[in-house]
């Protein structure tokens, strides 16, 4: 009874971490319908697990399960995403306060390679590097904290954002790639001055540049602006 119990855990598990995957990367889209019965026969499980992952995807604010109707990906509205940003704003802004204070960590000198890696890519007009460098720095910014509580509220808060595939989206369509290295690297040396005011601060003005060139890009519906998924990328 055990071993099948856990069983079912691993499978509950497995199935939520790959339609997280799926939602963050974009390959399911807000208001795609999620079915139980195609999904078990896709994982090749029951529909128990299936229904347990998208229940544990509905607290983490990826899915909407709606009795008699179905499940579906979120589409989060132009008001949730503003105050989600809100929210990404005051983590990342503490994250690099409590960053600077820390010192000559491992984790400095990694953001110092990122930054150097950055320059390169921008200047090579690499886009696809770039935006995977982005994702790296802030990653850094919120591991050199060293605040594990912080991380836990960050790590959720991104994936209800589903801010990893909308970056490469809104730099590619304000051309502000120059200018969020160029912020990167003030913060960076904001962090290495060890003064956690001005990290902060200037963190908080980088989101919210962030934000304005995403919300610039995205298309929201209906009465309520809910996101109808992101323009495509210009070629």
């Given amino acids: 009874m055990q071993e099948t ?3 079912k855990r691993g499978a509950q598990a497995r199935v939520a971490h790959q339609l997280r995957a799926r939602i963050t990367q974009g390959n399911l889209m807000p208001g795609a319908v999620l079915s139980e019965s ?3 026969q896709e994982f090749g499980v029951s529909r128990t697990p299936i229904r347990e992952a ?3 995807l509905q607290t983490e604010g990826m899915v909407v399960i709606k009795p008699r109707v179905g499940t579906f990906v979120s ?3 132009r008001l949730e995403i503003n105050e989600l940003f809100e929210v990404k704003e005051i983590l990342e802004g503490a994250a690099a306060r409590l960053f600077a204070a820390r ?3 491992p984790e400095l000198e990694l953001l110092r390679e990122n930054v150097r890696r950055s320059d390169e890519a921008v200047a090579a007009g690499d886009l696809d590097r770039f935006v995977a460098l982005v994702h790296e720095y802030h990653d850094l910014i919120i591991t050199g904290a060293g605040n594990s509580k912080l991380t836990q509220h960050y790590r959720t808060l991104m994936n209800q954002l589903l801010y990893s595939r909308f ?3 809104s730099l590619r369509r304000s051309g502000r790639a120059p200018q969020s290295d160029h912020e990167h690297q003030s913060i960076l040396q904001a962090i290495e001055a060890r003064d956690g005011v001005t990290a902060e601060r200037l963190m908080r003005d980088h989101v919210r540049a962030s934000q304005q060139a995403l919300m610039d890009v995205l298309n929201f519906d209906g009465a309520e602006h809910r996101l109808s998924g992101p323009t ?3 070629p």
């Fill in 5 to 7: 119990a856990s069983v």
């Fill in 54 to 56: 998208l229940k544990q």
């Fill in 75 to 77: 589409a989060p509205s």
């Fill in 103 to 105: 010192g000559n960590i």
């Fill in 167 to 169: 970056v490469h989206m």
């Fill in 232 to 234: 495509s990328p210009a």
């Fill in 38 to 40: 195609a999904l078990a």
